[in-house]
């Protein structure tokens, strides 16, 4: 069973008489276990792509299946708690008195508080156990706002990680993080990747080195239907890089990593 399954999806909104479409005609399969990079340039609709993905939004047309269950047909509240999603934006809506360690824990009921009713010791050990894995247990009992952007990041994966879940989402993640933060979190993803195999990972990002070098596949989007998908050594080609970018593009892989540059041409 595939953990995510589009077919002919589009999102689009009115413009008066006139549909404006953020994506149109996607198909995409991602078995369990995959991951996937999602790039594209500013306004190709990636994030509007991952809120689908991940049961935030229901096309305008098309069938999404998520994890054996299609949206409008399966109730969102049983898919959403094997849904982890890592949303920097949400770093803002914590009481501000809350630990790392308790932001970890809201996690547990899906709150921006915590509820200690639902929360048991069973919950506090993993919540430990995970805040070591991305490599941020050291601040575990340091008010979450005092936190660099690159030690909230990884908080915010163990978080996301707190469930049982066979669906990661990643929107965006690094953006903002400095080298060390970036660093340090791709790591992490890379520490979860080995230690939850089965687990299918959606990261998207404008970067190619902002990517852990996990990834095994890619779907490149431009103005809101996919130029390219499949395995990376397929898809993050110099020739479908540039076409989805719109510039000449020369992709690199160093220790596993990718990396993508614009050779110098004349203007």
Excluded at 18 to 28: F, G, K, Q, S
Excluded at 32 to 38: D, S
Excluded at 195 to 221: D, Y
Aim: proline share 5%.
């Amino acid at each position: 069973m595939a953990a995510l399954q589009l077919e002919q999806v589009s999102v689009f909104r009115y413009r008066g008489a006139e549909r404006h479409y953020l994506l149109r005609e996607i198909d995409w399969t991602v078995a369990p276990g995959e991951q996937w990079a999602v790039l594209g340039p500013n306004g190709a609709g990636k994030s509007t792509l991952l809120e689908v993905a991940s049961a935030r939004m229901h096309p305008s047309s098309g069938t999404v299946t998520i994890l054996g269950g299609r949206l409008g047909r399966t109730p969102v509240a049983a898919l959403r708690p094997r849904i982890a999603v890592v949303e920097r934006r949400l770093s803002g809506r914590f009481f501000p008195t809350l630990t790392a360690l308790e932001v970890v824990l809201t996690g547990v009921t899906g709150t921006t508080s915590l509820l200690p009713e639902a929360i048991d010791g069973t919950h506090v050990a993993e919540a430990h156990r995970l805040l070591a894995h991305v490599l941020a247990d050291r601040f575990a009992n340091r008010p979450f706002r005092e936190l660099s952007e690159g030690e909230r990041a990884r908080t915010m994966l163990a978080r996301a990680l707190i469930v049982d879940a066979s669906l990661l989402v990643l929107d965006e993640s690094t953006a903002g993080l400095d080298l060390g933060g970036r660093e340090l979190f791709l790591a992490a993803l890379q520490r979860v990747a080995s230690e939850r195999p089965t687990v299918a990972v959606l990261v998207a990002g404008h970067h190619l080195e902002e990517l852990p070098a996990t990834i095994s596949h890619a779907l490149l989007l431009a103005g809101g239907r996919v130029v390219a998908a499949g395995p990376v050594e397929t898809t993050l080609t110099d020739e479908l890089l540039s076409a989805c970018y719109g510039l000449p593009a020369r992709v690199t892989r160093v220790d596993g990593r990718l990396f993508a540059t614009t050779p110098r041409y004349a203007e």
